[in-house]
Structure formats: structure tokens, C-alpha cells
């Protein structure tokens, strides 16, 4: 075969770690409220509930409105 560096299955390996979390996430997502101050809410509570999400997106990033008052450990 061809020899390549691993770029490509670099690039292959993260797409299928978003398609995974995606797959856990799809049915979360169903139960955001419309509201958006429920909306607000209800993510400040997942990260709260799992804090390990706190700053993993610029919607959780320190000085978003979602992560305003959490504390990362």
C-alpha cells in the first residue's frame, strides 16, 4: 500500500468521535425548551451536572451567559 503520514486517519478518527457524541446527544437536545430563558437554563444545569462540558464550546465558554456563575474546579 501507499505510505502516508496519519493526517487523514487523524481526520477520520475525530469525525467519528463527533458522530458518537452526536448519537448520545441527539435525544438531550429533543428536550430543550423553546423559551429562552428555560433554554438558559436548562444547559446551566447540564454543565453543572457535568462539568466536564465547561468550556468544551464557545456556548460554554467562561464569560458565556449559559456558564455565568459556575465555578469550574
Known amino acids: 500500500g501507499e505510505i502516508t ?3 487523514e486517519v ?3 478518527v475525530e469525525e467519528c468521535c463527533h458522530a ?3 448519537a448520545f446527544t441527539k435525544d438531550m437536545l429533543g ?3 423553546e423559551e429562552l430563558a428555560k433554554e438558559k437554563e436548562f444547559f446551566a444545569k447540564m454543565v ?9 464550546c464557545a456556548a ?3 464569560g458565556s ?3 455565568e456563575g ?3 474546579p
Not at 453543572?48 to 468544551?56: A, D, F, G, H, V
Open 48 to 56: 453543572k451536572e457535568n462539568i466536564r462540558l465547561y468550556n468544551s
Open 10 to 12: 487523524a481526520g477520520l
Open 65 to 67: 451567559p449559559i456558564v
Open 20 to 22: 458518537v457524541i452526536l
Open 5 to 7: 503520514d496519519c493526517n
Open 31 to 33: 428536550l430543550v425548551p
Open 70 to 72: 459556575i465555578d469550574p
Open 60 to 62: 460554554f465558554a467562561p
